[in-house]
């Protein structure tokens, strides 16, 4: 799993490609994530007794994570691996060589 709760995303792909967000939620068994502020869908809300009218309430739905690329300083970048002189595995930025913290 290469995104992380709590990362900087960029969509790449689809209807809501060049929008960014933080990730809420990630699902790794479907393959999926929730930015918050894209693919927002409308969601039918019944009659309660603290809301009478009912009526429509907007959230996000997931998205592909194959669409979704980390944000670092401004820019897109893909994650790769490295392992340190003490054994460690760190992740870090293709583009700059950085080490990635979440």
């Avoid at 969601?43 to 997931?62: C, F, I, L």
């Amino acid at each position: 799993m290469h995104l992380r709760k709590g990362m900087l995303v960029r969509v790449i792909k689809g209807n809501h490609k060049g929008s960014e967000g933080k990730l809420l939620f990630v699902f790794p068994k479907e393959n999926r994530a929730i930015v918050e502020g894209v693919n927002m869908v409308k969601h039918s809300v019944r009659p309660t007794q603290e809301n009478p009218s009912g009526g429509y309430s907007e959230k996000e739905a997931p998205i592909n994570l194959s669409n979704l690329m980390l944000v670092q300083k401004g820019e897109i970048t893909r994650i790769g691996y490295k392992i340190l002189d003490d054994g460690s595995k760190v992740r870090i930025s293709l583009k700059t060589g950085q080490e990635i913290e979440v």
